[in-house]
């Protein structure tokens, strides 16, 4: 997987690592939606669940102390009237306290619990039995005779024991329903948390998608750009105009490629005038040795003409030298001979 993601290009790299960061934000944005919507399931059920089968378990607790009640009034009961009235509230208060425990009973899931309720219903039958039996040796007995004052003391105490049973029951309806009203901002603040955290996962992904989009192409484009401005550098070409617009590091490389492009300019430009001068110089070198071999030939021309001056002077010298003894051996002769003499004379002596 790193040898694969090394051979990846540069651009292919940031992108994948950018993605991959915005998957991981976008997991951990719906693991956290995820672990809101369990702790509002939780919290509903607490409510629904737990405390209402608690409600109703107290609400038929409640009952079956007032069945209690009725039960043990029943034998100090001074009327007919009173004992009819005291087993209506006992049969009304048993009627109630199983109405409750059958809704309480759907509230309870688990194995332990539901084994609790199969207890409960075969004891409660049994107590039914036993109450009902109470009831039918009870009404054998006589009526007990007591002191009006003292019935009309136990009439109030029934009363206000009662109003106080109300009270107790509208304070746990209270708490219950300020329970509800808890529940209910929490599960309205649910919604909005879940609301906020799906718009700043998907605004998360979304920005980071677009930020890898930006850094990768802010570092991807310069990077091209100096790959081309050393290739045609390299082919030779060193009028590039290489332009600096950023100052990160790849503002860095672009401007070290202008400063080398720059540099290898000027060599080349000296290199280029260096060859001019030499062509120049070799140039005026070939003129020189073309005016001096033009002044050689000539020389040499000259030096011909001298040599054969001095030939013809040699050959004249020559001539005049041959007619001089030429000239020498016939006056020798003249003088040796008189009639040569003499005609000499007169030759010589003639005007």
Known sequence: ?????????????????????????????????????????????????????????????????????????????????????????????????DVLREKAAANFQEAQTRELLAQFRETEQVWKREATAFFDAAKSQPLTQSDPRVAEIEKRVIVASQKLDDLMTSLAISKEKSAE???????????????????????????????????????????????SAARQVAAGDLTTDIRVVTRDETGDLMGALKAMNESLARIVKDVRDGCENIASASSQIAQGNADLSQRTEEQASSLEETAASMEELTSTVQQNANNASEADRRSARRRTSPCAAARWSRAWCRP
Do not use: C, H
């Open 181 to 227: 009203r808890s529940v209910q901002e929490g599960t309205d603040l649910y919604g909005t948390v879940r609301a906020i955290m799906i718009a700043l996962a998907v605004a998360g992904v979304a920005i980071g998608m677009l930020l890898g989009l930006l850094v990768t192409r802010g570092i991807v484009r310069p990077l091209t750009e100096a790959v």
């Open 1 to 97: 997987m790193l040898r694969l993601f090394k051979g990846m290009r540069i651009g292919a790299r940031l992108t994948g690592a950018f993605l991959l960061v915005a998957v991981i934000g976008g997991a951990i944005g719906a693991f956290g939606v995820w672990g809101l919507s369990r702790i509002n399931e939780m919290n509903d059920r607490l409510y629904d669940t737990e405390l209402r089968g608690i409600s109703d378990l107290k609400e038929a607790n409640i009952n079956l102390i007032y069945a209690g009640r009725a039960r043990n009034a029943y034998l100090a009961a001074s009327t007919e009237a009173d004992r009819q009235a005291l087993r209506k509230q006992f049969d009304d208060a048993v009627k109630n306290m």
